[in-house]
């Protein structure tokens, strides 16, 4: 039997977010920030820091990722607008 420690961190954002991103010319990392508060306002901050390949990656597949929803959403929309011009 092979027994691994795994450890997991989720975050859920809300509209409320503050994010901010900073690309340093010194240590050659992009730091990505969210900040916001909890409701029963005590104040939670978020901090990454990636090389800057992994942040290239991140922005590209994120890129890619919201196009394709975007172009979903377009096709989901014109498909309902078919539908209803069919009844």
Known sequence: M???KTNALNVECGT?????????HWSGNV??????YESDGSEYKLNVQL???KARALA???????????KEQ???AQR???D????
């Open 2 to 4: 092979k027994i691994q």
């Open 16 to 24: 409320e977010v503050y994010l901010n991103t900073y690309v340093s």
């Open 31 to 36: 730091e990505l920030k969210f900040n916001g």
């Open 51 to 53: 090389p800057l390949d």
């Open 60 to 70: 590209k597949e994120l890129t890619t990722d919201l196009e394709n929803y975007d």
């Open 74 to 76: 377009a096709a989901k």
């Open 80 to 82: 309902e607008l078919e």
């Open 84 to 87: 209803a011009d069919a009844e």
